[in-house]
């Protein structure tokens, strides 16, 4: 009898540890992503004189998932192409649109909420020793890698997005 009980206590937690595994198993997860396709407001002013391109644009930060997430970690890097990075100095950062600019470029962790979206701008700024001219027709498309890392329900993971900007323009 005390057998048949703890058999039965047994088949009762089984079933219940596989009702909540099942029942977390469809909470879902963020599934939070840099919208590159989606950016707007994109610009590259050209300074001929002090031999400087500035690009910029914003990007949608969106969660389409199902739970909430968080970005803890965001940067960006331009792509090689070749000797010319060489004469070129390069600098990029993100930054939440709502956020006051930081001046060490720090990206401060955000929730970003299920189905919701924030506003990033992601500026780069080239420094050239050589002429803008010449510059374009080398890197006629400057592409920056956006790295982030994002925490939710399965854990930390990265992700990384590709933005362009047209330099030959």
Same mark, same amino acid.
């Given at each position: 009898?005390?057998?048949?009980?703890? /058999?039965?206590?047994?088949?009762?937690?089984? $079933?219940?540890?596989?009702?909540?595994?099942?029942?977390?198993?469809?909470?879902?997860?963020? #599934?939070?992503?840099?919208? $590159?396709?989606?950016?707007?407001?994109?610009?590259?002013?050209?300074?001929?004189?002090?031999? +400087?391109?500035?690009?910029?644009?914003?990007?949608?930060?969106?969660?389409?998932?199902?739970?909430?997430? $968080?970005?803890?970690?965001?940067?960006?890097?331009?792509?090689?192409?070749?000797?010319?990075?060489?004469? /070129?100095?390069? +600098?990029?950062?993100?930054? /939440? /649109? #709502?956020?006051?600019?930081?001046?060490?470029?720090?990206?401060?962790?955000?929730?970003?909420?299920?189905?919701?979206?924030?506003?990033? #701008?992601?500026?780069?700024?080239?420094?050239?020793?050589?002429?803008?001219?010449?510059?374009?027709?080398?890197?006629?498309?400057?592409?920056?890698?956006?790295?982030?890392?994002?925490?939710?329900?399965?854990?930390?993971?990265?992700?990384?997005?590709?933005?362009?900007?047209?330099?030959?323009?």
């Amino acid at each position: 009898m005390f057998a048949e009980f703890i /058999l039965a206590a047994l088949a009762c937690l089984g $079933t219940l540890a596989a009702s909540l595994a099942v029942f977390f198993h469809y909470q879902g997860d963020s #599934e939070i992503a840099f919208d $590159t396709a989606a950016a707007r407001d994109s610009r590259v002013t050209k300074n001929m004189p002090q031999r +400087t391109i500035r690009c910029r644009c914003l990007i949608p930060l969106a969660n389409r998932g199902r739970q909430n997430g $968080t970005v803890i970690n965001a940067f960006c890097q331009p792509m090689y192409y070749g000797k010319i990075m060489e004469q /070129l100095d390069i +600098t990029a950062r993100l930054r /939440l /649109l #709502e956020a006051p600019v930081r001046r060490n470029g720090y990206w401060e962790a955000v929730i970003v909420k299920k189905n919701t979206a924030h506003l990033v #701008e992601l500026e780069v700024t080239i420094r050239s020793q050589v002429d803008l001219h010449r510059l374009a027709r080398e890197i006629p498309s400057l592409k920056a890698i956006i790295y982030y890392q994002v925490v939710g329900r399965d854990g930390i993971q990265w992700h990384l997005s590709e933005a362009r900007f047209d330099l030959a323009g």
